[in-house]
Structures are given as C-alpha cells and as structure tokens.
C-alpha cells in the first residue's frame, strides 16, 4: 500500500504561480509512476502530468495539452515526494489536485491505471 499526502493548494491570482507537494510512503519500492490529476466544480476527473518513479526506457514526464509549457512535474526519489510546478494559472485551473501512485505503468494517462490517491488539495483561482 502507498499513502499520499498533498499540499500546497489555495487562493491565488490568475498569472500566479504554484507549488503542490505529494508526500508519499509505504510500498515505494514498487511504485513505478506518479501522476497528478484535477477535478474542477461539476466535472470529471481529468489527467494533468506524470513522471516515472523509477528509469526505463519509455517516455519520460507526460502532460495534458491544456497544461504543456506552464506546468512541470518532478520528482525526488530520496525524499519520496512529487511536486506539480504550475506557472501562469487560469482561471480554469481551478480545481481539486490528486495525486496517485501507479504500481503497474510507469508514465499513465487514465485514472483506472492508478492504484493509490490522495485526498486533494484545492487550488482557487481568482480572475
């Protein structure tokens, strides 16, 4: 079992930055990706970034289109943590930020390939 903890997430400006944090512990030996997601008021959960925990030979961090260039995720494998960098927010970033641990895809797009959430944390953005 791997147990996630995020943080970070408030009340910011539109053109504003953010960092939101992913605590993570348990069975991190056989994680082998991280993703975030968000769910907006009154809509589905959607993919925003991923990274693999550990190197293979596949692709590397992946992102949803309405995020690539303002967005990054990263990772520190010694602290157990990953971290979603957003530059530039929207208004439609608005939203509920998960975090998950996929123990059998290393870079996965689809919540269903995501075995461990997180509670969330809830980023505002005002216009």
């Known amino acids: 079992q791997v147990e996630l903890v995020e943080s970070g997430g408030g009340l910011v400006q539109a053109g504003d930055s953010l960092s939101l944090s992913c605590a993570m512990s348990?069975?991190?030996?056989?994680?082998?990706?991280v993703g975030w997601f968000r769910q907006a008021s009154g809509k589905g959960r959607e993919f925003v970034a991923t990274i693999p925990w550990r190197n293979w030979s596949g692709p590397g961090p992946r992102y949803a289109d309405p995020v690539k260039g303002r967005f990054t995720i990263f990772k520190d494998n010694a602290k157990n943590t990953t971290t979603l960098q957003i530059n530039m927010l929207k208004p439609e970033d608005a939203a509920v930020y998960y975090c998950?641990?996929?123990?059998?895809?290393?870079?996965?797009?689809?919540?269903?390939?995501?075995?461990?959430w997180g509670r969330g944390t809830r980023v505002t953005v005002s216009s």
């Open positions: 348990g069975e991190i030996g056989s994680l082998r990706g």
């Open positions: 998950a641990a996929s123990m059998s895809f290393f870079a996965a797009t689809l919540g269903s390939q995501y075995k461990y």
